[in-house]
């Protein structure tokens, strides 16, 4: 992304294109169900601890919720080799690392 936008409300705005916010803590599966709980999900960005197994939890509780052909991205990934290790039953779309780090940008996408 390049540029940012600023808006007076982010959150009525955000809401005005169907784009909800859920305050949680990703290593809560309650929270995460209670956030996903009867939706068909389009896109998740998960971009929190960055800890792996914080990670892998939260895919995990919210993986079901996400529709097919839904993209699931994940911020800050350990290591490109492990994201077919992790995630089996995802189609990998990208692995970039945008710093030139260890650390990838991961893009999944549910068959």
């Not at 909800?20 to 809560?28: K, M």
Request: proline residues 5%; negative net charge.
């Amino acid at each position: 992304m390049s540029g940012a936008a600023v808006v007076s409300s982010p959150r009525r705005t955000a809401q005005a294109h169907g784009i909800e916010f859920h305050l949680g803590d990703q290593r809560s599966r309650v929270d995460c169900e209670r956030a996903a709980a009867g939706q068909d999900i389009d896109f998740i960005v998960d971009d929190a601890t960055h800890y792996l197994e914080n990670t892998l939890l939260t895919h995990k509780w919210f993986w079901p919720f996400v529709k097919s052909g839904g993209v699931y991205v994940i911020e800050e990934f350990p290591g490109v080799d492990r994201v077919r290790e992790h995630f089996p039953e995802c189609e990998l779309v990208v692995a970039v690392s945008p710093f030139g780090g260890m650390e990838y940008l991961v893009v999944l996408r549910k068959p």
